[in-house]
């Protein structure tokens, strides 16, 4: 028997466990909301908001505010230069550093030694338990096999001495087994380096030799290594270099702008690619079933879930509603209260459930990445599909992208600008922005109508960028690499004008 085999056969029961949602899912959750209140009762933020007397989710809503990053800041800023028993008992010391907010550049979110356990380890775990579920025939682990793990950096957290911030995979590959690196690559050294340029080629040049058979990262960034891993072995395709490499697990940004380009220079035509959703406040989901493309909610971890559908997000008093009554293909944004300290707190992302038997959803934005200037309520899945339509029908391909309103001029004339960086532009510019414009209009009837004769909204316009500008842009920021994201819809012109004025250059 196999390595691989072996290890499938003792994960087996946490696979049933997984496949057991659709059965108690709400008994679940309810646990998990009372070990999370019984854990932090005696912290300062439990005992003002009486978690010693919440027993029931009414008691839980009642006591407890929805909060944002910017009212547990103050909080967490205390937590960082060392005081205790605050948000989660005890000292936190490792602080994941996410986009910024409104008012700071960056977000500092804890993690703590159970968030760490109960939640992040948790979910990478049952990562491979699925994925070895599904495929019982994989190979993965024998002959040495190694999984490629693209993560970021961490340091000291700016000279506060009792705490360490980084990228959640950064923190994540420092505080793992040590048994862990028997089956993943790069080493530390190189995993943990700040400087991405430097990183991809080292990792190219450390994994050229081994036995890699599956990748995990965000594909924006894995596709970059793997160009470099082509350009210093001389081969055509991954295929040649890595003949066992069988699976990507990925996440972060949507797929679906980069599939062509994976498929080109990987074509195995029996590689898998699979989702996951996690995030720096959590492991929330994994695509469990390989035909589709929803996620299943992971509901038996240190998170609670609460939900606010987005046509109520900006009332004075936003309708909250738990698991158990969230309805089909409403678009939500998603509340946690999680082991790290973060209680009923808004992540930012929205997702629209597919199934309630079991849980199943997919990403379709995130709550400031959206463009609605003039009443066209664009959210990021709406983008995310007319790309790929159009990218299918004019054979183009995107390598990053970003849009933003162009506000209305003395004519009373508006539209969406998209600046595009193309690793394989369509033939005809024209007709691409022209299939964008109507496939947008098919998608959302909001786009639609605000486009009607053009009175509202005129026809979107498409600027080319030049080569590298999304990274040069990334790194005048101090954000190449790990897991920092294009922010791809906004209402501000801010991040366009500093991309379109790099983009002369």
């Not at 028993?85 to 996410?98: E, F, H």
């Not at 190189?190 to 965000?218: P, Q, Y």
């Amino acid at each position: 028997m196999g390595f691989t085999s072996l290890v499938g056969k003792l994960v087996a029961p946490r696979l049933k466990k997984l496949e057991s949602y659709q059965n108690n899912a709400h008994d679940l959750q309810e646990q998990v909301m009372r070990h999370l209140v019984k854990r932090a009762q005696n912290t300062e933020y439990g005992r003002n908001h009486s978690f010693a007397n919440i027993s029931t989710y009414k008691q839980f809503s009642e006591n407890i505010p929805v909060n944002t990053y910017e009212e547990l800041k103050a909080d967490i800023d205390r937590m960082r230069h060392g005081e205790r028993d605050i948000l989660w008992p005890g000292l936190v010391k490792w602080y994941a550093k996410s986009s910024g907010t409104t008012n700071d550049k960056s977000k500092f979110i804890p993690v703590s030694s159970e968030g760490l356990q109960r939640i992040h380890y948790k979910g990478g775990a049952d990562v491979v338990i699925s994925y070895l579920g599904n495929h019982p025939e994989s190979r993965m682990f024998d002959q040495r096999g190694k999984g490629l793990v693209l993560g970021g950096s961490h340091a000291p957290n700016y000279n506060v001495a009792h705490s360490l911030v980084g990228d959640l995979s950064a923190i994540l590959i420092e505080n793992m087994n040590p048994l862990v690196n028997i089956v993943r690559t790069p080493g530390k050294s190189t995993a943990l380096l700040s400087d991405f340029e430097e990183k991809r080629d080292r990792i190219a040049r450390e994994t050229l030799m081994k036995n890699i058979t599956n990748l995990s990262g965000v594909p924006s960034w894995m596709l970059s290594v793997l160009v470099r891993v082509l350009e210093i072995s001389g081969k055509e395709t991954i295929d040649e270099v890595w003949p066992n490499l069988e699976v990507f697990f990925h996440g972060g940004i949507s797929f679906s702008p980069y599939r062509k380009q994976y498929e080109q220079i990987i074509r195995n035509t029996s590689m898998h690619y699979m989702e996951t959703y996690n995030a720096s406040e959590g492991f929330f989901g994994i695509q469990n079933d390989p035909s589709d493309a929803s996620m299943l909610l992971l509901i038996d971890y240190d998170i609670f879930y609460e939900f606010i559908p987005m046509d109520d997000l900006d009332s004075d008093h936003p309708l909250v509603v738990p698991l158990e009554d969230i309805e089909l293909n409403t678009n939500y944004a998603m509340l946690i209260t999680t082991s790290c300290g973060l209680w009923r707190y808004m992540i930012g992302d929205t997702i629209k459930f597919t199934s309630r038997n079991p849980y199943k959803f997919i990403i379709t934005g995130r709550t400031k990445y959206f463009i609605n200037a003039f009443g066209e309520e664009l959210i990021m899945d709406n983008a995310e599909k007319a790309l790929s339509y159009v990218c299918g029908q004019t054979n183009a391909e995107i390598l990053e992208y970003t849009a933003a309103p162009v506000y209305m001029d003395e004519h009373a004339k508006c539209r969406h600008q998209w600046l595009v960086e193309f690793s394989k532009k369509p033939a005809d510019m024209q007709q691409f922005a022209d299939m964008l414009d109507k496939k947008l209009q098919e998608i959302n009837s909001d786009y639609e109508a605000k486009r009607s004769h053009d009175v509202t909204l005129q026809h979107l316009e498409i600027v080319v960028a030049r080569q590298g500008l999304f990274n040069d842009w990334l790194r005048s920021k101090g954000k190449l690499g790990g897991q920092h994201k294009i922010p791809r819809l906004s209402n501000s012109r801010k991040n366009i004008e500093e991309m379109l004025l790099l983009n002369k250059q």
